[in-house]
């Protein structure tokens, strides 16, 4: 098999760590640009002296120039500003887009055959231009939201059950922000509902209830617990390792189920945008994308979320983008 090559367009915290795991796994030769001289060159260099004590056979290139990019087979998105204080939701919107369309046209010039993942934020303004500007077939241009945030609900039931994270089955739907859709009644350990077993852990239904009610509500603010806590930054590790899930799924064509923000064709009752949902993910992107029966509430709560999505799209046409 000849060698891939992956593209990881910001060498910020997220792209750093993308590079270590890729290389890591050996899943490919990386390029790593950043708009910003020489940081990237840094990063790589340092990944790549680790290559003897972690035994891994890739190259690492760090660059600012888009042509090295050329040809790559996947190419993940991170590029972006995080918002300053004071800076309004449309400012951040605009200074995001405004790069997501530069790095939307180099990925269409240099590597037009291939798969993208974003994960900039807003997230689902992003995938939504970085399609728009390159052309690609929307199963190609694919978003990570729903990996991390599935992650993090399954770990929030892991350590509430006192189980191991590894039998957990969580999904989270929905948009990439507050209005994110959690879904209780699908939860399990291994095949085991999550709501059952908090009922016979507190043998009361109501205090189950609350439980599952604050993982929920802890589940929609993770991003911001974390930034508050680290005060410089947001997650950086849980999100490489979430869109490293992705690449793997595609760059292997192992078909795995995947919650992805993906473009809806009529699937869920919604069409004409990217929202998050379960999808099976392989050599082409987003292969299919897996309808589950919702109840009137999960509905409710799902259209709402794409409500907060509509919301989004519809300020990047009135920003001009
Ligand atoms: N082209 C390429 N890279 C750019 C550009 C640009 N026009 N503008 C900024 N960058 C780079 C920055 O120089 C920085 O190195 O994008 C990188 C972003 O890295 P960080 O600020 O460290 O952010 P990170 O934690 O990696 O998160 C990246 O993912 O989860 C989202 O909200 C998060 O949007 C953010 C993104």
């Given at each position: 098999?000849?060698?891939?090559?992956?593209?990881?367009?910001?060498?910020?915290?997220?792209?750093?760590?993308?590079?270590?795991?890729?290389?890591?796994?050996e899943?490919?030769?990386?390029?790593?640009?950043?708009?910003?001289?020489?940081?990237?060159?840094?990063?790589?260099?340092?990944?790549?002296?680790?290559?003897?004590?972690?035994?891994?056979?890739?190259?690492?290139?760090?660059?600012?120039?888009?042509?090295d990019?050329?040809?790559?087979?996947?190419?993940?998105?991170?590029?972006?500003?995080?918002?300053?204080?004071?800076?309004?939701?449309?400012?951040?919107?605009?200074?995001?887009?405004?790069?997501?369309?530069?790095?939307a046209?180099?990925?269409?010039?240099?590597?037009?055959?291939?798969?993208?993942?974003?994960?900039?934020?807003?997230?689902?303004?992003?995938?939504?231009?970085?399609?728009?500007?390159?052309?690609?077939?929307?199963?190609?241009?694919?978003?990570?939201?729903?990996?991390?945030?599935?992650?993090?609900?399954?770990?929030?039931?892991?350590?509430?059950?006192?189980?191991?994270?590894?039998?957990?089955?969580?999904?989270?739907?929905?948009?990439?922000?507050?209005?994110?859709?959690?879904?209780?009644?699908?939860?399990?350990?291994?095949?085991?509902?999550?709501?059952?077993?908090?009922?016979?852990?507190?043998?009361?239904?109501?205090?189950?209830?609350?439980?599952?009610d604050?993982?929920?509500?802890?589940t929609?603010?993770?991003?911001?617990?974390?930034?508050?806590?680290?005060?410089?930054?947001?997650?950086?590790?849980?999100?490489?390792?979430?869109?490293?899930?992705?690449?793997?799924?595609?760059?292997?064509?192992?078909?795995?189920?995947?919650?992805t923000?993906?473009?809806?064709?009529?699937?869920?009752?919604?069409?004409?945008?990217?929202?998050?949902?379960?999808?099976?993910?392989?050599?082409?992107?987003?292969?299919?994308?897996?309808?589950?029966?919702?109840?009137?509430?999960?509905?409710?709560?799902?259209?709402?979320?794409?409500?907060?999505?509509?919301?989004?799209?519809?300020?990047?046409?009135?920003?001009g983008?």
């Amino acid at each position: 098999m000849p060698r891939r090559k992956i593209a990881l367009i910001g060498g910020g915290q997220i792209g750093g760590v993308l590079t270590q795991l890729i290389a890591l796994e050996e899943l490919g030769d990386v390029v790593l640009y950043d708009i910003v001289e020489d940081l990237p060159q840094g990063k790589g260099l340092d990944i790549a002296e680790a290559s003897r004590v972690d035994q891994f056979d890739v190259t690492v290139k760090g660059t600012n120039n888009y042509q090295d990019i050329g040809g790559a087979d996947l190419v993940i998105v991170t590029a972006g500003l995080p918002r300053k204080p004071g800076m309004s939701r449309d400012d951040l919107l605009i200074t995001n887009a405004k790069i997501m369309q530069t790095v939307a046209e180099n990925i269409k010039k240099y590597a037009p055959n291939s798969i993208v993942i974003v994960i900039s934020n807003p997230l689902d303004a992003m995938v939504t231009l970085c399609q728009k500007v390159t052309g690609f077939a929307h199963n190609k241009v694919i978003g990570q939201a729903g990996v991390l945030d599935s992650s993090r609900f399954a770990t929030f039931i892991a350590w509430e059950l006192g189980v191991s994270v590894k039998d957990i089955n969580a999904l989270v739907l929905g948009g990439h922000g507050d209005t994110m859709v959690p879904l209780v009644r699908y939860a399990n350990v291994n095949g085991i509902p999550v709501m059952e077993l908090l009922e016979r852990k507190y043998k009361d239904a109501a205090k189950a209830k609350e439980v599952m009610d604050a993982m929920v509500q802890r589940t929609k603010m993770a991003g911001g617990e974390v930034v508050k806590l680290l005060k410089t930054g947001s997650a950086f590790y849980s999100p490489a390792a979430s869109a490293i899930a992705m690449a793997k799924a595609v760059l292997n064509d192992e078909k795995r189920v995947l919650p992805t923000c993906a473009y809806l064709n009529g699937e869920f009752g919604i069409n004409g945008y990217y929202v998050g949902v379960p999808a099976v993910l392989g050599a082409n992107g987003v292969e299919r994308v897996i309808e589950i029966s919702l109840n009137e509430e999960e509905k409710n709560m799902l259209n709402n979320s794409v409500e907060a999505v509509k919301v989004l799209v519809a300020d990047m046409d009135r920003l001009g983008f």
